[in-house]
């Protein structure tokens, strides 16, 4: 479903990816793990499209070449993405976001609109999976939101659109174990056969609530390793730095590295 | 925001929607301004002694005055000796109804969307259309009449009801007041003018939509509104203006009289031609607005100004009696090279007066924006309360957004609140609502409309929507 092959990134005159694979089938859930600047947004910021980025490679979606369409196109393809830092946008209050964002992506694709009407029972459906309270849908988009409500409102988000892909970049930071626990719950609900997930994470908490059907490792710009949900554990008891120093393409650290 | 995308530019790059002429065959008269073209004026509309006489003492008082040049604004020398001061569409018998206006007239009212079918969309709204000078439609006249409203053309008023006029003209807006009032008062050819009975609740929202039409003539409104006690009335004025290559001046006087217990709330959306990429061309607005709120009277000022070369305007309350509540809610748009001076003057004189200031002015192309507000308490003005709130929003790194208050008060009981913020419309605003299947326009529409939803609020409801659409079509290439 998702085919990613050789792809770089480079935003000014820094690399950031540098060559990264990846499959995803449908159904599946594929975690990437990586430390602090390894690129593991990049990479969702890719798939969805941010503008200032160069970016070299492949990237489909069930066919379609993802890298020539434009944000909206590709959100018009099934491509969703939970942002780790949700934008506010005061004034707009989120049930209207919410609808116009649903009506976008089925007027790209030649679907009725849906009324006023469907939309509250679709929207009542999804708030209850991230168990959020329906005065929520009336307050401004992300404005005077607590972390972990916008992170909720993230889910909410994606269980309104039924994405094909949802990228999920870092939505576990800044969680308490609650919150947590609530979109862990969101995320299982909405998995399914026709969905894929590509879980981004720094910590392998999250992957407690969320088994992944794949983990990778992603260190400067690249896959190091790839493995089943065991590979997460191992992370969380061994850490990265058996990867920083194999990593390719930074000769200097792992020169370093080999030195020490 | 440190860069500005070229697809936000391309945004900003609406060309005017409304930028078209009708050719009425004009009545107009040779450019310039002495005493005898004020005659002319006068003796044009068959006007009475009296006001023949305040035009001569104002165009006397404008002659002496200098103009302005405090505002933060860029304007080219005006050359009042080139403007015509009178055009009129040619005389045409007294209308019995609809059918009988000039079809061009409607044709063009269509272009702007402007319904002027009765049964149609404004089935609840009286117009009074004004094509340059002459109005030349009054609608629901009947329904009005019945409950006593008086509601027609500034002439119409002047031979109808005389004393009306005599007794309220100038006595909110002196023709000394300031260069362009006593200008106005000179030369002012037509406008509106309302009279709401005591104790009448106005049955149906009243609605000018004036135009500028012919090339070079300045237009020169003057609008009246006296609720007596007890009354209210819903005001709406809206304006569009064809495309000219000649910057045209409009200088109008707005005044109100909101007597004890009475409402008026005035709303206004201006969509008047801004000029092109390089700043030619535009209208240049220079308007006096005013009301007199007497004890526990409401007057409520609501504007949406999206056009317009040059805006120089503050709609303002003397809050006169006591407990009297001023209000002021404003969106103001400078795309291009479009400059906005605007703001308002909440005057507290009466004990336990109120006012509220809600300013909203965003800046995108090269736009200039300024809120200049005054909240002045006298003396006399025991437990006065002001709450102000200025919020500029920024679209691209080539504008500026000014905020100018000017706060006096001499009672020490006063209060006055003051909250300013400024943001901009961020790249990644625009990225987040795209990853959710929006285009760009409709992102970004959406942001600025969510910046002035305060103020859209107060609109009235058909009103509210045309403004939301204007700001759209003001800041989007959404063309036609």
């Known amino acids: ?260 | 925001m440190t860069s500005q995308s070229p697809v936000i530019e391309e945004l900003l790059d609406g060309s005017y929607e409304y930028g078209f002429s009708t050719d009425l065959d004009t009545d107009i008269a040779p450019p310039g301004l002495n005493e005898d073209v004020v005659r002319l004026i006068s003796a044009k509309k068959g006007e009475p002694e009296w006001l023949l006489e305040w035009r001569l003492k104002a165009f006397a008082a404008w002659q002496a005055m200098d103009e302005p040049d405090w505002a933060k604004l860029d304007i080219e020398p005006i050359d009042y000796q080139s403007i015509s001061y009178w055009a009129a569409p040619k005389p045409k018998p007294t209308l019995d109804s609809m059918d009988d206006v000039d079809p061009e007239i409607r044709e063009m009212f269509d272009k702007l969307g402007i319904p002027l079918h009765e049964q149609k969309m404004l089935s609840n709204v009286a117009i009074d259309a004004v094509v340059d000078s002459v109005s030349v439609t009054t609608t629901f006249k009947a329904t009005l009449a019945e409950a006593g409203v008086i509601f027609c053309s500034f002439s119409e008023a002047v031979r109808e009801h005389p004393d009306l006029v005599r007794e309220h003209l100038g006595s909110v807006v002196p023709f000394r007041d300031n260069y362009f009032a006593a200008l106005n008062s000179a030369v002012f050819s037509d406008g509106s003018f309302c009279y709401i009975p005591t104790g009448v609740r106005c049955p149906m929202e009243l609605s000018t939509y004036f135009r500028i039409n012919s090339q070079n003539t300045g237009q020169f409104e003057r609008t009246l509104i006296v609720a007596e006690d007890d009354s209210y009335v819903s005001y709406l004025e809206g304006c569009t203006a064809p495309m000219r290559d000649e910057n045209q001046l409009h200088a109008a006087v707005v005044e109100l009289v909101a007597k004890d217990r009475a409402t008026i709330k005035y709303s206004t959306v201006q969509n008047w031609y801004p000029g092109d990429d390089n700043g030619v061309g535009g209208i240049y607005n220079f308007v006096t607005k005013r009301g007199r709120a007497h004890t526990d009277a409401k007057i409520s000022w609501t504007q949406v100004e999206t056009g317009s070369a040059i805006t120089w305007k503050y709609p303002s309350v003397i809050l006169q009696g006591d407990r009297s509540v001023g209000e002021f809610y404003s969106v103001a748009l400078s795309n291009k090279r479009q400059q906005a001076d605007t703001g308002t003057k909440m005057v507290h004189i009466g004990a336990d007066t109120s006012s509220t200031v809600i300013s909203k002015g965003i800046s995108a192309g090269h736009g200039r924006n300024t809120y200049r507000g005054l909240v002045k308490m006298l003396r006399s003005a025991d437990n006065a309360r002001n709450y102000t709130q200025c919020d500029s929003l920024l679209i691209g790194k080539e504008c500026a957004a000014n905020t100018i208050p000017y706060i006096e008060v001499k009672n020490p009981t006063g209060q006055v609140e003051h909250e300013a913020s400024t943001s901009t419309v961020g790249e990644d605003q625009l990225y987040y609502c795209r990853q959710r299947g929006m285009t760009e326009e409709d992102a970004m529409a959406m942001i600025v409309n969510g910046f002035c939803r305060e103020v859209f609020g107060e609109l009235p409801m058909e009103f509210a929507v045309e403004a939301q659409r204007l700001l759209s079509v003001s800041l989007e290439g959404s063309v036609g």
């Open chain 1, 1 to 260: 479903m998702l085919h990613v092959e050789n792809l770089t990134v480079s935003i000014g005159d820094k690399r950031i990816l540098r060559g990264l694979d990846l499959d995803v089938r449908p159904g599946e859930v594929h975690a990437i793990m990586g430390p602090n600047g390894s690129g593991k947004s990049t990479f969702a910021h890719a798939l969805a499209g941010r503008e200032g980025y160069d970016v070299g490679g492949t990237a489909t979606l069930d066919g379609a070449d993802l890298l020539e369409m434009e944000p909206e196109e590709r959100a018009a393809a099934g491509v969703f993405m939970g942002f780790q830092y949700p934008v506010e946008i005061p004034g707009v209050n989120n049930m209207y976001f919410l609808r116009t964002a649903l009506n976008s992506v089925r007027q790209a694709r030649g679907e009725d609109e849906v009324s006023a009407r469907e939309f509250l029972e679709v929207a009542k459906r999804a708030m209850q999976l991230v168990d959020m309270n329906p005065d929520f849908l009336q307050r401004s988009v992300n404005a005077g939101f607590s972390g972990g409500e916008k992170k909720r409102n993230e889910i909410l988000q994606m269980a309104v659109m039924e994405p094909r892909l949802a990228v999920l970049d870092e939505t576990d930071s800044g969680l308490d174990i609650d919150a947590l626990k609530v979109v862990a719950s969101g995320v299982h609900a909405l998995r399914g056969p026709e969905r894929s997930m590509v879980v981004i994470t720094h910590y392998q908490r999250l992957l407690e609530y969320i088994t992944p059907d794949f983990v990778h490792v992603l260190v400067d710009g690249r896959i190091v390793e790839s493995g089943d949900s065991s590979l997460a554990l191992h992370l969380d008891d061994h850490g990265y730095a058996q990867f920083l120093a194999v990593a390719p393409g930074d000769e200097q650290r792992s020169l370093a590295a080999t030195r020490s």
